[in-house]
């Protein structure tokens, strides 16, 4: 296995503009010592120019996680995680977790959102055909128009009852202490995510459920929100979406 973690994040340019994912970063680097090359799956960003809301998902970036183990070439193992999440364990306990020789593993509702995978690439190729191939079995790799729903079929198959611990993903909750304190903190209510990446279509008029859970954000972010919004390094929602 080699010595460094792949993280693939997916995001898109409002989480950037808000700060999710140079928060994200900066909670990885503190938490976990091994080197992580983490690639924000951003719509339009080179490599990820494709698919979108148009083909009915939640967000830009819903289908990307399926096509993971494509972009790592069926090598090696590969984590996924949302922007709205901070890593507060080592990410090393999960790039070791036993996969007991399935294709990979979730956290999540279910293994058809799964929020954060870990990816056996090369197991993956042998669980589906339709996954490594595009519906007319010539179009090169990036040519994903039609093939999303394959792909999340075969990816929700291979995933099914392969469980990661609960602490994974904790939902707007914060565990601190003992065996299943908080692995991954995932803010998942849009309208009380404490950075506000969405202001153009939530008020943000009501306060997340757990404070502390919020405050996480701005700790590993560096600084208080008044000072994000005045920040050098901040990208103006309106230069993010230009």
Same mark, same amino acid.
């Given at each position: 296995?080699?010595?460094?973690?792949?993280?693939?994040?997916?995001?898109?340019?409002?989480?950037?503009?808000?700060?999710?994912? /140079?928060?994200?970063?900066?909670?990885?680097?503190?938490?976990?010592?091994?080197?992580?090359?983490?690639?924000?799956?951003?719509?339009?960003?080179?490599?990820?120019?494709?698919?979108?809301?148009?083909?009915?998902?939640?967000?830009?970036?819903?289908?990307?996680?399926?096509?993971?183990?494509?972009?790592?070439?069926?090598?090696?193992?590969?984590?996924?995680?949302?922007?709205?999440?901070?890593?507060?364990?080592?990410?090393?306990?999960?790039?070791?977790?036993?996969?007991?020789?399935?294709?990979?593993?979730?956290?999540?509702?279910?293994?058809?959102?799964?929020?954060?995978?870990?990816?056996?690439?090369?197991?993956?190729?042998?669980?589906?055909?339709?996954?490594?191939?595009?519906?007319?079995?010539?179009?090169?790799?990036?040519?994903?128009?039609?093939?999303?729903?394959?792909?999340?079929?075969?990816?929700?198959?291979?995933?099914?009852?392969?469980?990661?611990?609960?602490?994974?993903?904790? /939902?707007?909750?914060?565990?601190?202490?003992?065996?299943?304190?908080?692995?991954?903190?995932?803010?998942?209510?849009? /309208?009380?995510?404490?950075?506000?990446?969405?202001?153009?279509?939530?008020?943000?008029?009501?306060?997340?459920?757990?404070?502390?859970?919020?405050?996480?954000?701005?700790?590993?972010?560096?600084?208080?929100?008044?000072?994000?919004?005045?920040?050098?390094?901040?990208?103006?929602?309106?230069?993010?979406?230009?």
């Amino acid at each position: 296995m080699t010595d460094t973690i792949r993280l693939f994040v997916g995001t898109d340019v409002y989480q950037r503009a808000a700060g999710a994912e /140079r928060q994200l970063e900066n909670s990885v680097k503190r938490n976990t010592p091994s080197e992580v090359d983490i690639t924000f799956m951003r719509q339009g960003s080179p490599g990820w120019d494709w698919g979108g809301q148009a083909h009915a998902w939640c967000t830009p970036f819903s289908m990307f996680r399926w096509f993971i183990p494509e972009a790592c070439e069926y090598e090696g193992r590969a984590i996924y995680m949302d922007a709205d999440m901070a890593v507060l364990r080592d990410l090393n306990e999960l790039w070791n977790h036993d996969l007991k020789g399935r294709a990979g593993a979730f956290a999540g509702r279910n293994s058809n959102k799964a929020d954060v995978i870990l990816w056996d690439c090369a197991a993956v190729k042998d669980c589906d055909p339709s996954w490594s191939r595009t519906p007319d079995d010539k179009s090169p790799i990036g040519d994903y128009c039609g093939r999303h729903s394959l792909a999340r079929k075969a990816g929700a198959k291979a995933l099914y009852k392969s469980n990661l611990p609960e602490y994974w993903d904790h /939902r707007d909750i914060l565990v601190k202490e003992g065996p299943e304190r908080t692995g991954i903190l995932h803010w998942t209510k849009l /309208r009380t995510q404490p950075y506000k990446p969405y202001p153009h279509a939530y008020p943000y008029d009501i306060p997340h459920a757990c404070p502390e859970a919020a405050a996480v954000f701005w700790d590993y972010l560096g600084m208080s929100e008044a000072e994000w919004a005045v920040h050098p390094d901040r990208i103006p929602v309106e230069a993010a979406v230009a």
